[in-house]
Each structure stands twice: as C-alpha cells, then as structure tokens.
C-alpha cells in the first residue's frame, strides 16, 4: 500500500469508495489478535474508519469466534510489571541472604557460648549493671 502521505491526499469520496480484499482483512485482524497491532494504528495507517475495522473483527477474528476476550495493556504497562516482577525477585533474593547470615552468626554464638562456658545473647529481661548509673562529676 502506499504511504501515510497519499492517503492524506484522498478525498473523503476517494476513501469511501475503497474496497480491501478479503485477504487483507483476516491478515491485518489476525495481527490484531496477536497484538501485533492496535485497532487505533490499523485506523491510522490505512485511514480506515473504527466501525469498519470492528466490522472486521467481528468477521474474522478467530478469538470473536472462540468467545474469548483479548486483554490490552499499553507497553508501558507490560514493561511496569516485569519491572515490578523483576524487583521483588531481586528483594526476595537480597532477604534470603540476609536469612542466611542471621542463620550463621547465631549459630556461631551458640556454638561460642557451648565452646566458652560464657552466655553471649543479650537478655533483655535482666536487670542492668551498676556501672550504667549515672555519674557524678
């Protein structure tokens, strides 16, 4: 076909008077139900009316036929969520990590207070020392 440029230069008679072969048709809604394109670029591109274009769909759509619906999303959706997808899975990597280190240091001072005889963990229900008074100068 050619392009966008001439088809600016039709007349709104000359665009009535169109016919796309059937062929084109099922190719450009088959498109569509890939999303390979948008109805709004297939408007676009060709000066094609949305009415005729949906006319199409409901002709030749294989996924108007299976009674399935089609989920649009704009890209930049699409690309927000693999972002998002791809986040969580680098904090849900980073706190395994960290799991694994509080894992580690707290069976080092298990193991620290079996070797030493001595209790390392703090116990916060003790009462404090004497030299944690105030002093006085």
Known sequence: MANLKDYE???LKERINRKFSEDFKRKKIS???RNLISISELCREHQ???TSVHRWVYLYSTMKKKSLKQVVEASSD?????QLRDENKELQ???GEKQILIDF????IELAEKEYGVDIKKKFSSKPSSGTGATEK
């Open 78 to 82: 699409t690309r927000k969520m693999q």
């Open 48 to 50: 094609v009316s949305r």
């Open 9 to 11: 230069r039709l007349t």
């Open 31 to 33: 498109e569509l139900d």
């Open 93 to 95: 990597r980073i706190i």
């Open 105 to 108: 240091k707290s069976k080092m």
